[in-house]
């Protein structure tokens, strides 16, 4: 079984690349081999070459894989993979997938995968992540978001992966808005109160969120410790 983490989102927009290609500069840092695997990224035709998940990723793991290993579907409208799939006339492989996942799982001992919006949106049409997560084998951390809302999303997303039998290392809240209300204060201590799951950490707010150092720093304070445990018991 491979080292690494399937990076998986209450919602799109939480911060799941910003937490995946961080802890994958984190990890390089230290002198690990890692590899990324985005296998599905939507909404092509609004991003500019150069900006995708896919692209942040590579840089930030400092990765000269193939892009097609990378990310083995790409679509241009901004629908969950499964829908812009068929609307693309695409069929999607999950074989094909975890068949790109084993070249790079070889190269990089270590791997850090990005999931799609999500964890129940449709990737094909009639799978979502909890097959693909089954599939490669990885456990997640879940990334959340730290404003209003993000209990009810944060523990049906960890309910729905414990249902299934997927090992979570852990959760991640991250403010992706700068207004701190009593929401985000409370947050944290509600949702550690109510799983024995290991909140890592809460990301800040950044000015910079695509800034390599900005975003490693930030991994390196709020989440280097439950990383080092993790990688400990890994
Ligand atoms: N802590 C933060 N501070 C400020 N901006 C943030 C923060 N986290 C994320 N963002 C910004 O919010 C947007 C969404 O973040 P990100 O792309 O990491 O989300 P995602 O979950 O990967 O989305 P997708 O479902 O499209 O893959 C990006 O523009 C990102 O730069
Ligand atoms: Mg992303």
Known sequence: MSRGLFIV???????????????????????????????????????????TDTHFLMSMAEVKDACEEVNPYRFQESLAPGVAAAR???????????????????????????GAGGLIVPLTSHETHLELIKMLGLPVLVVGRLSLGTINHTML?????????????????????????VAEEANPQVIQSMTSLSLWGVLPYL????????????????????????????
């Open 207 to 234: 000015k910079d969120s695509r800034d390599p150092d900005v975003v490693v720093g930030v991994i390196q304070e709020r989440l280097g410790d439950a990383i080092y445990r993790f990688i400990q018991s890994a």
């Open 88 to 114: 693309a006339g695409i069929e999607v492989s999950f074989k094909e997938i975890g068949k790109k996942f084993e070249i790079l799982a070889k190269r990089h001992p270590w791997m850090i995968v990005e």
């Open 157 to 181: 997303t960890i309910h729905c992966l414990k249902s299934v039998g997927i090992p979570v290392a852990g959760i991640v809240l991250n403010q992706t808005s700068p207004e701190v209300t």
């Open 9 to 51: 989102g209450t919602d799109t927009d939480v911060g799941k690349t910003l937490v995946a290609g961080g802890l994958a500069r984190f990890l390089r840092r230290q002198n690990y081999n890692v590899g990324v695997m985005k296998p599905f990224e939507s909404g092509l035709a609004r991003r500019k070459e150069g900006e």
